[in-house]
Structures are given as C-alpha cells and as structure tokens.
C-alpha cells in the first residue's frame, strides 16, 4: 500500500529502465506525450466531457485491458484507452491512474495522447479509434548500445527478432506479441509489438509495419528502441521490460526465471539504495527539512492509524464498484459517487487519480486541517483511504447536491422560495465568516460558486470543495499566488496581480448572492443579455435607476417583499465593488443580512465585463488594459480543474 513509509522510501530512487520506477513516484514511466496544435473554444464544457470520457474508460479498461469512449454531444470527446497485454490487472489499473493524471495537461487542447511504459490514453474531439498511423507518429532510441563487437549479431537478430513479432501481432487476435532472442553469453534482445484492439488487422499491419521500420532502421544498434505510433506500440531491449507471465511466443522456463531474478534483484536493489539515499538526505538536509518529513511520517501513520482512516475494499463495496448509477458529480481530477456503509449510513466518496510523493504529503495535510474545521454551513470530511491505486475522500452525504443542479434549472429552482434562497445566502456567509475569522486555520477557499455550494435534505447550504490546502505567513497582508479559481467570480485583483486575502472570497460570494437573486448565471449572460450586457452591468445601471426590482428572478415575483430583495441586491454589490478594501467582511455580511438596520453602506461601481469581454470599472488597485480580453471559456470555466484553498495559522 503506497502510504507505508517503507515504500515512500523506494519512490525517491532514480528511474531505472525496468517498468514502474520512475524518480519521484511509484508509477510507470512516460515515453512520449503528444498535445494537438487547436485548442477547444468552450474549456470548460469540454473539460466536462474529458472528465466523463475517461471515467467510462476507467471502467473497463482495468476489466479487459482495452476502452474506446465518447462523451458530451455536442463537443464530442472521445477517448482510447489500451494497457499493454504483458501488464496485471493492478499495474494496469495503476498504469492508467497515471496517464489519467498527467493527460489533462495537454487540455484546453481539442487532443492529446500519452505513452507510458506499460500503456497508452488518447482523446480527441474525433473519433480516434481506427487511426493506425499519423503525423504524429514517433520513435524513441536509446543514446547507449551493446558491445563494439557485439553489435553486428545483435542487429541482425533484433531486426528478426521484430520481424517475427510483428507478423505474429498482427495475424493474431490479441494483436500482441512478446518474445526473446539470445544474442551471446548474457546479451539478450526482448522484443514486443502490440495494436489497439480498435484496429482492423489491415491497420494493424501498417502500424506494425512503420514503426518496425523506424526502430530496426534508426536505432539499431542502440540497446533500446521503442516505436510509437497512433495505433501501436513496438519496443524492443536487452531488458526483460515486460513481464514473464504472459508471454507468448520466444520464451522459455529459463527466460521466467531469468525474469523473475530481475524483479527481485531490482527490487531488492530499489530497496537497499532507497534507504542509503534516505538516510544520505537525513545527514544533508537541515533540521527543518528533516523535522518536516518527520511531521509528514506522523501523519500518515496518525491517519492510517486513526477513525479518519477507511478500506480501500469497503469503499469499493458501499459504491458498488465506483458504479455510474451511484455518480453525483465531476471535477477535473476526480468524480464523486455516492456509497452506502455497512450500518446503513450514506457517504459521498470522492476518487483523486495521484500518486505522486508530493501529492501524499499535500493529501494528509488537506485531511488533517480540514477535519478540524466543524461547522454546520462546511460539508463535513469524515475521512479518506489511502489503499489501493487512488486516493479517497469521504464526506457526509447531502441528498440535495448542489445549489447550481436547481437555480440554473427551469424546473428545479421552483423548488427555490425566496425564504430557502435567503437561507442559502446566509448559511453561505456563515460559512465563510467562520473560514476566515473563526476556525482554528485561517482558510480563504477561492472558488466560491454555485457548483461549490451543497444543499442538504432541508435545503441547508453547506460549502464544499476545499481542494489543496497550504498554510502561509500569519505576518502577511496576501498571497502572492498563480490563478486558481473560476472566472466571472474572481477578484480583478486576484486576476491582475494573483494576490490573495479573504476579498477575494467576499467578491465572489457576491457574484453568487447576485445570480441567486436574479435566477441567472454571471458568466453566460452576455449572450442572455438583450443589450450585450454583463449581469453585474445590468444589475449597477438598474440600481442607479433605482429599478433593481426588475431583475429579481421571475419565479420569485409576488413572493418577497421589495425591501427585502432590494437589501440582498445592495449586499451582494457591496461584496462584489472593484476596491478590495470596501468590500465588508463577512461577518458583517451576516450582521446585514440578519438584522433590520437600515444604515447600510452605499455600494461602488463594480467591475464588470463589457460586451467585448474587457473587465473594467477597477479603482483603488490596479486597473486592466482595456485591451486585456478574457476568452469564451462557457459557464463557470475553471482555470485549474481542482479547487485550491489557502491556508493560515492562527
């Protein structure tokens, strides 16, 4: 299980040639990833479907070695996945939550594919599945080869060796085939070759063929060659790289054995140089540094340890397998499914495709701070798993999912009356109010939006999504930090300089009290617009107008009083006002919104987007060019797909 300490020990090796050790992970290592040239015009719509498209091939790909999927109609995303036949059903499992991982850094790209040593995802805003070669196309020679005297033999041998493998691949109906050729005493050449099932043998062979081609003419005599085509994958080495159960053809009981020394000498030497490099960085890193590690240690033996602690095997169960009928919802890194325990209580299971190091440490340290936080506006974590391939998150179930499945819905948000959207706006900024001034951390979330907000069997609202968490400074005025976050709800003072404090937080909290109020989303309503303009700009002419009325939600009408939602109109503008410094603080939020005191503030222009996607209106700070545009990213484009809270010791 990839949390022990002993195993943390053998992640920090140096990459070898043999499969799964890569330098800072457990995971295999990557050959080659190809990203399209033409980028997607909606990102986020078609971050959505990405997500969806490699779920469903998760969910067979780990069964038969072999996905093709489709999702979203239109901006169609369609996906490939093929786990090399020499591969278990857990390496391959492993081997995917890896490509997974990094593949989507290829995004907002309309395609990419990834080659890592063990197998291969592709997506593409076209069907792929029948491509057998490209312009794509690549081929891999190492910068070493065999023995002066050596290299004639081996040449020829190898360049037969591949000849057989790939006539055999591709007459057969695997389209896969391993074997070895023994070129002198202890030089040997392993050789494979393999198409995507989604070929036609015809296809097949031409994949075969070309890259066959690239690597006995261009790499030979190196000592390893790899070929990477669109609809295959060849490779050859003096290195046993795939594994000896599955062989079919070329091999013997002296080459299982010869295969079986290997792994565990590799694995015996990962081990023994592992805990020497440990105890080396021990001696050379400074006393914070091993203070630290020490830290991380402990908490992930408190945690494994600890009732936050749950079974890889008994979350699988309460999901029924992860089953789509049991999905709540998607993120860029992740899907929710919900689970049923044992003793009959309902969960929220959250899957994070990481493996790495980094990820651990950042995993533990987000479940330790967050489980501190308790309030009845937060979404509860009731713990994680760290077993198996994938990290899990565990939070309390909320039978109503989110506020935007019912306000952006036509039929849903009649389910809204003014007095549960009044609720929602106040449970919201108790929530907030409490992250920033009351819990034993100071958090600022920086992803406030409709999506983030869940809704329980009363309609309570409760703030979900905390994502990352790192602590900073407690002498600081802000962080100075990269964009994460979801556009038409970040700061203009976040966006302009990527500093950070709780405003940032207060403006979108704004923007959402404001589309609560009006039944519409800020970032579409450009294109809703009858004028070309923003809501924000809509709702600043109408309060100078002194008609705010007018935009309050239609299925609201009659149903509030004026003064009532005029009140959270003028809160949710004084939130979102261009100058950080005259936005409230939350807990004034709340003190305005629950008592009747009239003597509230009167607001400032905020800063909105005209029709040509420019944001304006800034004081104070720091204004925009006018020239700076923001791209059609669609409803609620995220900038990163994880949301990434911030933070700070009291």
């Known amino acids: 299980m990839f949390p022990s300490p002993l195993l943390l020990l053998v992640f920090l090796v140096p990459s070898t040639p043999f499969s799964f050790a890569d330098s800072d992970n457990s995971s295999p290592a990557i050959f080659l990833s190809v990203c399209g040239k033409n980028q997607t015009q909606n990102a986020e719509k078609f971050d959505i479907n990405f997500v969806d498209a490699m779920e469903k091939i998760f969910q067979n790909i780990t069964i038969s070695g072999f996905a093709t999927s489709y999702s979203g109609n239109p901006l169609t995303v369609y996906g490939l996945g093929q786990c090399f036949s020499y591969l278990s059903h857990i390496n391959c499992q492993l081997c995917y939550s890896q490509s997974r991982v990094k593949l989507p850094h290829c995004l907002p790209s309309t395609s990419g594919r990834i080659y890592l040593d063990g197998c291969f995802l592709e997506y593409s805003d076209r069907n792929v599945s029948g491509d057998s070669v490209d312009d794509e196309d690549a ?42 050729v023994q070129v002198e005493q202890g030089v040997k050449a392993y050789g494979m070759a393999q198409c995507w099932r989604s070929l ?14 690239n690597i006995v003419g261009k790499c030979l005599p190196a000592d390893d060659g790899k070929a990477m085509n669109a609809g295959c994958f060849l490779r050859y080495s003096t290195e046993p790289f795939y594994l000896s159960g599955n062989t079919s053809s070329g091999g013997d009981s002296s080459d299982k054995l010869t295969v079986i020394i290997v792994v565990t000498s590799v694995l015996v030497a990962l081990l023994v140089f592992g805990i020497i490099f440990f105890w080396w960085k021990r001696r050379s890193t400074s006393s914070y540094e091993h203070d630290e590690a020490d830290e991380n240690h402990e908490i992930i033996r408190t945690i494994t340890n600890s009732h936050l602690s749950f079974k890889y095997e008994d979350l699988i169960k309460a999901t029924d397998n992860f089953s789509q009928n049991n999905k709540l919802g998607q993120g860029g890194y992740g899907a929710v499914y919900k689970g049923t325990l044992p003793d009959g209580k309902e969960i929220a299971v959250k899957r994070l495709f990481f493996n790495t190091r980094s990820w651990v440490d950042q995993f533990f340290n987000e479940v330790t701070l967050i489980n ?125 300089h990527g500093q950070l404090t709780e405003k940032a937080d207060i403006y979108s909290y704004g923007v959402l009290v404001l589309e609560i109020v009006t039944g519409r989303k800020n970032q579409n309503s450009i294109s809703t617009s009858t004028e070309g303009h923003s809501l924000m700009q809509e709702i600043w002419q109408n309060y100078n107008s002194d008609t705010l009325i007018r935009l309050l939600d239609r299925d609201l009408e009659g149903k509030c009083s004026q003064e009532e939602a005029v009140k959270v109109f003028k809160v949710g503008l004084l939130c979102v006002q261009a100058s950080p410094s005259l936005r409230p603080p939350m807990w004034k939020v709340v003190e305005m919104l629950t ?31 006018t020239s700076m545009k923001f791209p059609d990213l669609g409803d609620q484009a995220s900038l990163n797909q994880i949301s990434v809270s911030m933070f700070q010791g009291r």
């Not at 036609?200 to 081609?213: A, E, I, Q």
């Not at 509230?600 to 304006?616: E, I, K, R, V, W």
């Open 595 to 625: 008592t009747k005191s009239s003597n509230m503030p009167t607001p400032t222009q905020p800063p909105f987007l005209n029709s040509h996607g420019a944001q304006n209106g800034l004081s104070e700070t720091s204004s925009l060019s």
């Open 200 to 213: 036609n043998s015809t296809g097949c062979r031409d994949c075969l063929d070309k890259g066959r081609k």
């Open 372 to 496: 501190q936080v308790q309030h009845k506006n937060l979404v509860k974590l009731l713990g994680c798993s760290v077993e198996g391939p994938e990290s899990l998150l565990v939070y309390e179930f909320l039978s109503n999912t989110s506020l935007d499945h019912y306000l952006f819905d036509a039929f849903k948000k009649t389910a809204l009356s003014w007095q549960r959207r009044f609720d929602i706006i106040v449970g919201t900024a108790e929530g907030l109010s409490y992250l920033h001034n009351a819990s034993v951390v100071r958090i600022i979330h920086r992803d406030i939006k409709a999506s983030n907000v869940l809704l329980d069997e009363n309609f309570r609202a409760k703030i979900s999504d905390f994502g990352l968490a790192r602590y900073f400074a407690e002498d600081q005025s802000h962080l100075s930090t990269g964009l994460a976050g979801t556009f038409g709800y970040m700061a203009p003072e976040y966006i302009v």
């Open 139 to 180: 081929y891999s020679c190492s910068n070493t080869t065999v023995d002066r005297n050596t290299r004639p033999v081996f040449a020829k041998l190898t360049a037969d060796l591949m000849e057989n493998l790939t006539a055999e691949a591709g007459g057969n109906a695997s389209y896969y085939q391993v074997g070895s």
